[in-house]
Structures are given as structure tokens and as C-alpha cells.
């Protein structure tokens, strides 16, 4: 075990068990530090000096670069027990992430570079979904620059010819009436389709619910995105009001896929509303909302929120194959 892989199995653990944003993000911006120290034993004092690596992280890393298994890890894996295990196996069995942005809108990268991350975390597919023309804030695309860039994912595919796939999408603003922003023909053009509510967070419940109703039931939309819109951090905001049973009821009877967003500041959809979601039979999709590289890595804490309330692989489209993925989206 590399020293960054024991970071980012605590950093698992630590979601496994619902502490706080801040801590299990530490432990991934540690992870992401210590990715390019050499092999072989570093000293704790040396790695302190290293961008977002602190006394307990450098610990761990110190003494995993040795070949034994941190304490800290010890410990969390002693007091999880088998289930975490279990959680641990689902992330490895993931097969990509339905949720990325390039800097095409609001991401920090090229597209380019968004599919080689996820390539090199042994992802058969990822899609990329930057968001849709009235967030003019994230440099939403108009339906020009949406055909641009499917012409610029084609090309990239054609070139790679590894066997992984960048699939074309979008995070579409549902707009206040429940109808999508986007072209429909465009809309049919994309392999997924994210949507999302990014305005008037704080309708009141009745508005919201059908604004969601009618987004989760449009032939179109593969994915409910971070369903609450709240965030967790920083200022925070609060989590918007509708009528849970009947949106998830909805996304069950639809086959849309309720999203596990794995952003830290987020946490969406709150523990809550995952049970009322699985309860209602709804499939998942755990994506990253991936703005840059290292962020891909998040995908594990919402393997661990998942495994966590029983959830297996069959209700995970992140662990599909690609030719399930886009058959049920055909069917």
C-alpha cells in the first residue's frame, strides 16, 4: 500500500462513518501531495513541508512509505469492521463517473485532461457534462459550442483507441418550469444527460417538486444531479424543500438515476433522503462533479455513503460496463 492509497482508504473510512467534510477532504488533498513522492521511507518532518499535509497525515504517510499499514488506518479498519470492506470492494468496481466539467465551462482543465484522469483510475468511461447556456456564470454552452465539442470528444475517441470512452453529456439547467435548457435535438444527440437545479434553490415545496417531477420523467434526463442543492461548507446553504417520496418515486418508475455528489461540500442528497431514495427502489449514479483532475479521486466517499445503507453494484450505473450503460439508456 502506497502512501496515498492509505490516505484515500481513510479518507473512505472516515466517510463511511459521516465525519466531518472538512476532515475527509484533508485526507484526500494529502493523498494528492504525497502521489509523487519517490518509493522507499520518508521522514514525517520532510512531508510536513509538502502543500496540504499535516501532523497526522504526514504520519501516515511516513510510516506506509515504510511498508507497514498506518496506525491511523489500523485503527479505522478495526473499528469498521467487514462492512467497510465490503464498501471498500464496490469503489474498486467502479467503471466510470457520469459527472465531469472541462474548462469548456467552469472545470480548471482541458477535456483532454479530464479523460486521462479518469483513464488512469481504471475507468472504462467517463462523461462529460459541462453545464448548459443560462448558467452564463460557468460559461455555459450555447448550442454551437455544444456541437464544437462533440465534434472535439469524437476526435478525441478516434485518436486514444485504448478502449476508454468519453461519452458525450451535459449538466442541463431544469429551468423553472421543469423543461430542460437545451436544444432537444441536441439533447438526443448526447450519450447522458445530467440535470440539475441551479436557480430559486428556495421555491417553496409545491413549485420545486413539480419543476423536479417533470425533469425526472422527460425521456432525456439520465440523471437527477445533486437533488437538495445545498452546501455544507464554508457559508453553506440550505437544502431546497419538495416532495421527496414522490420525485423518488418518480425517478424509480423512470429509470432516472438519483446522484450521489461526491464534492465534499456537498454531500447530496443528505443521508435522509439516500434511504428515502433507495427505499423507493431508484438506481444511483456516485459521480465526482469533477472541476479538475484530482478531483476524480472524491469517487470513494460516495462509495462508502452507498455501501453504507446497503446498496449494491446492480443499483450503481457507475459500476456498469459501458454496453449496459448505454443500452439501458436506449431501451
Not at 302 to 325: H, K, S, V
Amino acid at each position: 500500500m502506497t502512501p496515498d492509497e492509505a490516505l484515500r482508504r481513510i479518507a473512505f473510512l472516515l466517510e463511511w462513518r459521516g465525519a466531518s467534510p472538512y476532515r475527509v477532504r484533508a485526507f484526500h488533498t494529502a493523498a494528492e501531495a504525497a502521489r509523487d513522492l519517490p518509493p522507499g521511507p520518508v521522514d514525517a518532518e520532510r512531508v510536513r513541508g509538502l502543500r496540504g499535509v499535516g501532523p497526522v497525515t504526514a504520519e501516515v504517510i511516513a510510516q506506509a512509505s515504510t511498508g507497514s499499514v498506518p496506525r491511523y488506518l489500523a485503527r479505522l479498519q478495526a473499528e469498521a469492521g467487514p462492512d467497510a470492506e465490503a464498501g471498500w470492494a464496490l469503489a474498486a468496481a467502479s467503471t466510470g463517473d457520469c459527472h465531469l466539467h472541462s474548462d469548456w465551462s467552469d472545470g480548471g482543465s482541458p477535456l483532454e485532461d479530464m479523460a486521462a484522469a479518469a483513464r488512469a483510475l481504471g475507468h472504462q468511461w467517463a462523461v462529460l457534462t459541462d453545464h448548459s447556456p443560462r448558467l452564463t456564470i460557468a460559461h455555459g454552452l450555447s448550442p454551437d459550442r455544444l456541437r464544437s465539442q462533440l465534434r472535439a470528444v469524437a476526435a478525441l475517441n478516434a485518436e486514444r483507441g485504448d478502449g476508454f470512452r468519453l461519452l458525450t453529456g451535459i449538466e442541463c439547467d431544469i429551468l423553472e418550469d421543469g423543461s430542460l435548457d437545451q436544444d432537444e435535438d441536441l439533447l438526443g444527440r448526447l450519450d447522458i444527460v445530467v440535470a440539475s437545479v441551479h436557480s430559486k434553490l428556495r421555491s417553496e415545496p409545491g413549485p420545486m417538486t413539480a419543476r423536479l417531477l417533470a425533469a425526472v420523467r422527460d425521456p432525456h434526463v439520465d440523471v437527477l444531479g445533486h437533488c437538495t442543492g445545498r452546501l455544507i461548507t464554508g457559508r453553506g446553504r440550505p437544502q431546497s424543500r419538495f416532495d421527496a417520496e414522490a420525485v423518488f418515486t418518480a425517478c424509480a418508475e423512470a429509470g432516472t438515476a438519483v446522484e450521489i455528489n461526491c464534492r465534499p461540500e456537498r454531500r447530496d442528497p443528505p443521508d435522509d433522503l439516500l434511504l428515502q431514495a433507495a427505499a423507493a427502489g431508484c438506481r444511483f449514479a456516485v459521480d465526482t462533479d469533477a472541476h479538475a483532475p484530482d478531483q476524480l479521486r472524491w469517487q470513494s466517499s460516495g462509495y462508502a455513503r452507498a455501501a453504507r445503507i446497503g446498496l449494491g453494484a446492480d443499483r450503481l450505473i457507475t459500476t456498469w460496463p459501458l454496453e449496459r450503460l448505454l443500452a439501458d439508456r436506449s431501451g
